[in-house]
């Protein structure tokens, strides 16, 4: 295994050719502008149903094939040598991408939360025990990570969670519920934010920790979407006990944590991982679509197609530069709130063309080719408005921090949250 002092990226090229060659299957070209949408690292679960055991299945699969690329020097390039990384640059990684999307391999969209919100995490507040304990092991694919904010009383004001977690000796006890939490299913651990000292005010009195989502005190009760998919769920904790060198930063400085982790998952939504990106954007596949159907020749369909392309491609820069940014060391910065307004802005965009196109023949299944199986990415869009920050979030945060607009009024920052709550309910 080469280091990056060691590694030119034409010898990193060969090395990656050598491994897909003897660990996967090539693409053929009919197959690569063929209609499937969802493939490889920009998989997007939340559109489509899926059966348990198929589920079980494909994580399977895609666990095995994380531990082949990690073993082979290639599971987290641009990482820390300390817990298995390459130390590598994002030039090497996006390399690595490239050269893979020729190649058959399993749906790696498991691993999205992971490994582009909670590693993040635990590698900038964890301690030294979580990061031994969870960084190699996430990048293998031994361990499925998940992200555990919103409530029901808590979705844009992240900060008036009333999920508990009290002090106990070396030991914190968390009771609480979640809900809209992708993946907890079948993730191994989670990142989850508590309050800690509701007499502090809100943002200041939150810890976040790493918690065990096989403990008997966690239940974990699927959500039924109308794309019929249950990839969300409700997340219920009973007096879940969590070591105290499970806790990421400080105690009452969990919002710095919890932002850490939204910038992140900002920077992977807005990059393409977490929503759509190569499989479902393809212009090769969209082209087909227009030949197949016999509008090819139609004017105004192919300027928003090429249109569409543009806007995901000028996305996927800007989601680029914040995560070269943030590897780089330094701290998060408003673009990814741009990139997050740009990737719904694109679907949506994508939904009322593809909705143009099929016309009628997205509403019934007649078994047409390219047809029925757009009904659950056009259901599925409008849920990207809110993941990750709505779309009304993201536009204060850029006319407030980019623009310079005036800030909304302020919100109560001296009070403690147990008053808070109580003048809510009263």
């Not at 090395?15 to 009919?30: D, S």
């Not at 030294?128 to 029901?152: I, T, W």
């Not at 143009?356 to 007649?366: E, K, Q, Y």
């Not at 080719?369 to 659950?376: I, P, R, S």
């Amino acid at each position: 295994m080469s280091t990056s002092g060691e590694s030119t990226l034409e010898d990193f090229e060969a090395e990656v050719r050598t491994f897909l060659a003897a660990h996967a299957r090539e693409k053929r070209a009919a197959e690569e502008t063929k209609f499937v949408w969802g493939e490889g690292e920009d998989a997007v679960a939340i559109f489509e149903e899926i059966d348990p055991e198929e589920e079980r299945r494909n994580l399977a699969e895609a666990k095995r094939w994380r531990a082949a690329r990690f073993d082979a020097g290639l599971g987290w390039i641009t990482g820390p040598e300390q817990y298995g990384g390459r130390e590598l640059t994002q030039a090497h990684e996006r390399a690595y991408a490239r050269l893979e999307a020729g190649y058959e391999t399993p749906n790696m969209g498991f691993f999205g939360i992971g490994l582009g919100m909670v590693a993040p995490t635990i590698l900038a507040h964890g301690t030294d025990v979580a990061k031994d304990a969870y960084l190699r092991a996430m990048h293998r694919g031994d361990l499925v990570g998940c992200q555990l904010f919103s409530e029901p009383g808590a979705g844009s004001d992240l900060a008036g969670v009333e999920t508990r977690a009290v002090s106990d000796g070396d030991e914190w006890v968390i009771s609480g519920q979640k809900v809209w939490t992708s993946g907890a299913q079948y993730a191994d651990l989670g990142e989850v934010l508590c309050r800690t000292d509701p007499e502090q005010p809100k943002h200041r009195g939150l810890t976040a920790f790493v918690v065990d989502m096989h403990d008997p005190g966690v239940e974990v009760r699927p959500l039924r979407q109308m794309t019929g998919g249950a990839s969300f769920n409700e997340v219920f904790f009973e007096d879940v006990r969590v070591p105290d060198d499970h806790r990421l930063g400080d105690v009452n400085d969990g919002w710095r944590v919890a932002l850490t982790t939204l910038m992140n998952e900002r920077a992977s939504i807005g990059s393409g991982s977490g929503g759509a990106g190569a499989g479902v954007s393809s212009i090769d596949r969209l082209g087909a679509m227009l030949r197949h159907f016999g509008k090819a020749d139609d004017p105004v369909l192919r300027d928003e197609l090429v249109r569409i392309w543009i806007g995901f491609q000028v996305g996927k820069l800007t989601g680029q530069r914040a995560t070269d940014k943030i590897k780089a060391g330094q701290l998060p910065g408003p673009e990814m709130s741009i990139g997050k307004l740009a990737l719904t802005h694109n679907l949506t965009a994508l939904s009322e063309w593809v909705s143009r196109v099929l016309g009628p023949r997205v509403t019934a299944d007649t078994g047409e080719w390219g047809t029925y199986a757009w009904a659950e990415y056009i259901l599925g869009t409008p849920g990207m408005r809110l993941g990750g920050g709505t779309d009304e979030v993201m536009r204060n945060i850029v006319g407030e921090r980019v623009l310079g607009l005036s800030k909304e009024p302020g919100i109560d920052t001296t009070s403690p949250f147990r008053e808070l709550k109580a003048r809510a309910r009263s």
